[in-house]
């Protein structure tokens, strides 16, 4: 199985004066906005590290529910926070880790097992292997 989903952004002007929409093939979000304040100023609108910790809790806790219910203890209850680090370095600018904070309530497993299957699911999860893969990129100057 192979499956492609897909995200656009549309920008207008510089680094601090322009403004971006971000759209997602689900339209789960469209034409949502960001820029340079609402990734380093705090100010409405997402941001790419946002985008990164959403996908990444949002992927992790759907592994740890599949692995939870394969071995037989389905989860009542996960609630998985990321956060999701941009730090200044030697060239720029880098994202330098995404943390998971989780709470579940899972019926009748010890916490040394749940550690266990939840370290799995961490491992296991798409969006966990893609923050280390290899980047590609086609351009077209139009």
Known sequence: MRIVRTASVAWKGGMKDGVGSVSTQSKAL??????FASRFEGVAGTNPEELIGAAHASCFTMALAMILEQAGHPAKHLETTAKVTLESVDDGFAITGSALSLKASVPGLDVGTFTEL??????GCPVSKALSVPVTLSVELV
């Open 30 to 35: 469209a034409d949502h906005p960001y820029g």
């Open 118 to 123: 939840a370290t799995n699911a961490k491992q």
